[in-house]
């Protein structure tokens, strides 16, 4: 009798994929041995040793002690899902890229969102930078967008990045802090490293604890070429703009939410497509021409400078949807390979001497992360287009090369046989740029503008926003042990701002510092609103989660209408109660999607309470509900009281004021975050 799924001519090329994802009815081993007993190792009698023969039991062990694979150097947690770019606006004017060629195309991507400096078991949501990277699989080959959540970088060029890195990691003696910028390493190298203040203010402001992977922009960071079909080039910048609105969390927030819920932004992206509340961007680019580019006060080419959108508009030209959560975490996720040097004819690269170094370092790191060169084999990583070339062999070769023709130029078709992939005239050139100049290792005058945009971020943030700037720079700088390392970050900020300066050192009990000389003087530039989280607030429920709190004789008409309300809003009602199980309800029963002590507040953007007098009163001396209170309107967040709750309000010191509401006006005021609470708690 032949097996299931045996094809003897074949073999079992097409199989052994599926048997990985459970194709096989059978169990077996790796090379396809059927398992008779998959509980008990092979002993010699039942009570004797385990002989060393057992190769079921060798082979399956042997595997799982090689499950893991060498955790990414920088960017290791990560979090990704599937789903397609629609070109909206077609710029074949600018670019022969095919996947901006035409209204409506749609091609898959795949899209990973990572932190920076924590291992890949770490939490989601430290004070970090996040990493955006999406790789779009195109008719002409993949190309990979490989950005982070702020528009620039720490250091200028690739030299420095090992040096940031491992200042930024846990400390090299005693291995600590884990995913953290607030100690002495990461504040001694950026203090002497004046280049990187324009990135330490976004890395200080909201935008470094996100509120979601899905309310996050995204930027390809440096200036990018996009080449016509006549080969004329333009510069560009390229940008993501989440649909939902940027939004952020409040530091103590996000503190909190580690504990509560480590995996926070993971789960928050899962839900959502498994939901099918599909996460969205528009794509966005800046361009400009060379001229446009040498009128500019600062290099285009230097990586710590943004070009205002005020200066030069954002053109949306194409959206991404999230719509597949990824099948297998360790085959995708881990698995994925992005690479700043994966282009697409129609894309290139500038000079930017940060790009430079990358368009190395990402090959190499994958050889040492998925231990061949075959690593573009891996399905996450092969193109979605026809792909052939003459490389052969290596590690883990997993296709079948056919045929004599390993080597190019040949003439094998003068004798009838297949000569194999030949280049064509369309394929990528890269765009002809006169190069000339002494070999130096040298920084160009031109990138030595250190604060002006440093000072541009901060006052274009609003007073809540530079408030929490100062908290940050003074939570950060007290963790710092050593004294001429604050001393030193004050005597920077002076040139990015006097009153941030003065504030961080007030904060601190310190004397300010003399200024320190800046190597060129910085200027005042325009404000830029785009800058600016809340000054560009989406508001909406949708994406929103609302926290329910309710118990015992709470009155089941109001949930119910107050999770209508809630929903019919486009956002989702989340309900919490002491006990899960069901309790009963004055006009029914129901049971709660999460435990009081298990569902903080800080899981939710805002809460109600549907209580009935006896149980807010009960509530009143239960912690975890006073706190449930205390922490969404420390966070300003909206609360929708009933009546009945009145006494649990009282209990955690909320008076009424802005976004203590009824249940009625929760549905719009849960949209908001309340900022000018945050003066009131001063
Ligand atoms: Fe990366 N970076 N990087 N980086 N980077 C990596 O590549 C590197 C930089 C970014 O989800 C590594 O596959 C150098 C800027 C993201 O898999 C590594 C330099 C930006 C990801 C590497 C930079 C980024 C990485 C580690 C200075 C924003 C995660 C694993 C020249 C524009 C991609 C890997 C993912 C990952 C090197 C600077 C973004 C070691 C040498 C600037 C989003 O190759």
């Not at 899902?81 to 606006?89: P, R, S, V």
């Not at 194999?420 to 030595?448: N, Y």
């Not at 420390?634 to 649990?648: D, F, M, R, W």
Request: net charge negative; aromatic share 8%.
């Amino acid at each position: 009798m032949t097996r299931q799924g045996y094809d003897s001519e074949r073999g079992n090329a097409g199989e052994t994929q599926q048997m990985a994802t459970g194709g096989s009815p059978v169990l077996t081993t790796n090379h396809g041995t059927p398992i008779s007993d998959n509980q008990n190792s092979l002993r010699a009698g039942d009570r004797g040793p385990t002989l060393l023969e057992d190769f079921i039991l060798r082979e399956k062990i042997f595997h799982f002690d090689h499950e893991r694979i060498p955790e990414r150097i920088v960017h290791a947690r990560g979090s990704a899902a599937h789903g397609y770019f629609e070109c909206i606006d077609p710029i074949p004017d600018l670019s022969r890229a095919s996947l901006f060629a035409q209204k409506g195309n749609r091609i898959p991507v795949f899209a990973r969102f990572s932190t920076v400096a924590g291992g890949a078991g770490s939490v989601d949501t430290p004070r970090d930078v996040r990493g955006f990277a999406v790789k779009f699989y195109t008719e002409d080959g993949n190309w990979d967008l490989v950005g982070n959540n702020i528009p620039v970088f720490f250091i200028q060029d690739a030299i420095k990045f090992p040096d940031l890195i491992h200042s930024v990691k846990m400390e090299a003696d005693r291995g600590f802090p884990q995913a953290a910028s607030a100690h002495d390493t990461f504040w001694d190298f950026v203090s002497l490293m004046p280049e990187s203040m324009h990135m330490v203010l976004w890395a200080m402001s909201d935008r470094a604890i996100p509120r979601s992977l899905r309310m996050m922009q995204g930027f390809g960071v440096h200036t990018f070429k996009l080449v016509n079909a006549e080969g004329e080039e333009t510069f560009v910048k390229f940008h993501w703009r989440p649909k939902l609105g940027t939004q952020s969390l409040v530091w103590d927030e996000s503190a909190k939410l580690q504990g509560a819920d480590n995996d926070y932004h993971r789960r928050d992206l899962w839900n959502s497509i498994a939901t099918g509340d599909f996460p969205e961007w528009e794509f966005g680019i800046q361009t400009f021409d060379a001229a446009t580019a040498d009128k500019l006060p600062f290099d285009v080419l230097d990586p710590t400078k943004i070009i205002p959108e005020e200066v030069i508009p954002l053109r949306i030209i194409g959206r991404m949807v999230l719509d597949r959560n990824p099948d297998n975490h360790f085959a995708e996720n881990e698995q994925v390979a992005f690479l700043p040097s994966n282009v697409v004819p129609g894309i290139d690269f500038t000079d930017d001497p940060l790009l430079q170094g990358r368009l190395f370092s990402y090959l190499d790191t994958q050889k040492s992360r998925l231990g061949t060169t075959n690593f573009h084999q891996i399905p996450i990583n092969a193109p979605k287009c026809p792909f052939a070339n003459m490389q052969r062999d290596g590690m883990m070769q997993t296709m079948v090369p056919k045929g004599r023709s390993n080597y190019e130029p040949n003439s094998l078709d003068e004798a009838g046989e297949d000569p194999g992939p030949r280049a064509i005239e369309s394929g990528f050139r890269t765009s002809p740029q006169q190069v000339e100049g002494p070999k130096l290792r040298i920084r160009a005058e031109s990138f030595s503008d250190h604060f002006s945009q440093a000072r541009l971020f901060f006052r274009s943030q609003t007073e809540s926003e530079q408030a929490h700037i100062v908290s940050a720079f003074t939570f950060e700088l007290s963790k710092v042990e050593l004294d001429h390392v604050r001393k030193r970050v004050l005597s920077l900020l002076r040139n990015v701002d006097e009153d941030l300066a003065a504030q961080v050192a007030e904060g601190l009990a310190l004397e300010l510092p003399d200024r320190a000389a800046p190597a060129q003087e910085p200027v005042d530039l325009d404000i830029s609103d785009a800058l600016s989280i809340q000054k560009n607030w989406t508001a909406t429920l949708e994406g929103r989660t609302v926290g329910v709190l309710f118990d015992e004789g709470s009155d089941k008409a109001e949930l119910d209408q107050v999770i209508k309300s809630v929903e019919s809003a486009g956002g989702k009602a989340f309900t919490v109660a002491p006990k899960v199980g069901g309790l009963s309800l004055k006009g029914g029963k129901m049971k709660a999607d999460g435990q009081l002590a298990g569902s903080p507040s800080v899981l939710f953007d805002a809460v109600a309470l549907v209580l009935a007098p006896e149980a807010a009163k009960k509530l009143s001396r239960n912690g975890a509900a006073v706190a449930f209170v205390m922490d969404a309107f420390s966070h300003l967040k909206a609360i929708g009281v009933n009546e009945g709750a009145k006494t649990l309000l009282d209990r955690a010191g909320v008076e009424p004021g802005p976004g203590i509401t009824g249940l009625d006006e929760l549905a719009d005021a849960a949209t908001r975050r309340y900022w000018a609470r945050e003066a009131e708690m001063e």
